[in-house]
């Protein structure tokens, strides 16, 4: 894990745990031999993400600004040149200037207490907080790429489906429709077959007008003004045995979220030490040079003064500061606590419907494929009605749905626990399988 106290970083160039990030996924979610140019991976939009999101942008201007805010409180205290001129436009024998006494004085204050390094201290912990925020935002901003991906990546095999759905549904009517030309089956069943196959195009055309949202909004993360490629490549099935609870949990504790805390913590003792070196007086002195118009004589001056009970009257101010660094560490401990409420349930969650997901395509998928063309042969014999093979399709397509459903929930909540940790689970996240790539199953021609 870098340290929030190395040197500052620039857009192109990433923390060490952001890069291990896309290594990791680099190395495995790669495009297939059939692949076109215009198919994004998760290495893509996360790269094109951290180097155009205005969010992390912004950061550079606190930089700057934080630069600014050093340099001022680096600055010694500033020499004032003072001219007095007395005795001048009176009465009698102080009228005109004949009887003014005119005095030329330099003076400053000498910071006692570490003042100046106080502020200095005060800076830089400053600029290493905006740091960890930095590294924060960025780890942020990866979770909601990755779990933009995965949402339209499900939406992607959700468009397969609806597709084949739609394809099943006209197979049918035309199906039915010669059935009714024999005189095997109803006129109604020609009409219900025909709704159906008009309902599977509505479907089918929602969810692409969805999958253009979610593609869309994907884009909008790097500042794209429209979706410039045609597909996601990746597999939602593809699911690794993770760590235990209480592994991922001691992972939190090293993670930018927390660290943030800490980088605070770091501002608030700065402050403390601040607060206290006002406690202690400055001394300020002059010394100057005075001229006596009446004599024509000169003479040196010179001053010293300190304010009195300083360190009571700071007292406040170092209360304050205080009560501010308890704040953060309260502030940590409850932003542990919800973090772990969060990352039990994600760790619960990805188990339950990785197992569900892989379920589904073994051994649920293929019993309803399987029913599904023993209906078909049966209603064409009249063994079984109309209503029990439209039920077997059903069947088979809302299980497909039901599997991307859970494999894209167990995705998601994996891309959580990476967030929540910093660190990926698996090497190999997303990655593209030529032999088996989706949920997609042809289906049966019915002819």
């Known amino acids: 894990m870098l340290s929030i106290f190395t040197k500052r970083w620039h857009s192109h160039q990433l923390p060490y745990f952001l890069s291990f990030l896309l290594i990791a996924s680099s190395q495995c979610v790669v495009s297939t031999a059939s692949a076109t140019q215009a198919s994004l991976t998760l290495p893509d939009a996360t790269q094109r993400a951290l180097a155009n999101n205005p969010e992390l942008e912004v950061f550079e201007r606190r930089f700057e600004a934080l630069e600014g805010l050093r340099r001022t409180a680096d600055l010694r205290p500033e020499y004032v040149l003072g001219v007095e001129v007395e005795n001048v436009a009176g009465s009698g024998g102080f009228s005109g200037v004949d009887s003014a006494e005119l005095t030329l004085s330099l003076s400053s204050v000498i910071e006692l207490g570490d003042k100046r390094s106080s502020r200095v201290a005060v800076a830089d912990s400053r600029y290493a907080l905006v740091q960890a925020e930095r590294q924060a935002k960025s780890l942020d901003l990866l979770g909601r790429v990755t779990q933009g991906f995965i949402a339209a990546l499900a939406l992607q095999e959700k468009l397969e489906v609806a597709k084949d759905a739609a394809q099943l549904a006209e197979q049918s009517y035309q199906l039915v429709t010669d059935m009714v030309q024999r005189g095997a089956a109803p006129e109604a069943e020609r009409l219900r077959a025909k709704a159906l196959f008009k309902q599977a195009k509505m479907q089918q055309d929602a969810l692409v007008a969805e999958l253009a949202s979610r593609k869309f909004a994907l884009a909008s993360l790097w500042k794209a003004d429209h979706a410039d490629f045609d597909q996601m490549n990746g597999n939602l099935f593809k699911f690794d045995e ?159 749905m039901a599997a991307i459903d859970a494999a894209s929930t167990a995705l998601l909540n994996q891309a959580l626990i990476e967030q929540l940790t910093a660190q990926p689970l698996a090497s190999e996240r997303l990655a593209p399988d030529q032999a088996e790539h989706s949920t997609q199953r042809k289906p049966n021609s019915g002819q």
């Open 242 to 400: 993770i760590s235990s609870f209480d592994t991922l949990y001691e992972r939190v504790a090293v993670s930018p979220a927390i660290q943030v805390f800490a980088s605070e913590e770091r501002v608030r003792d700065a402050e403390v030490a601040l607060a206290r070196s006002q406690s202690t007086s400055n001394v300020r002195w002059s010394l100057g040079i005075r001229r006596y118009e009446d004599t024509g004589d000169s003479a040196l001056t010179a001053g010293l003064s300190v304010p009195l009970f300083t360190g009571r009257r700071n007292g406040g101010e170092v209360q304050s500061a205080l009560a501010e660094r308890e704040m953060v560490r309260y502030q940590r401990e409850a932003t542990l606590l919800a973090i772990r409420a969060r990352l039990f349930e994600a760790w619960q969650t990805y188990q339950h419907n990785a197992v569900a997901a892989h379920q589904m395509r073994t051994e649920v998928l293929p019993a309803l494929d399987k029913a599904l063309e023993q209906t078909r042969l049966a209603y064409e014999r009249g063994r079984y009605s109309y209503v029990d093979w439209v039920t077997a399709q059903r069947d088979l397509l809302d299980a497909r």
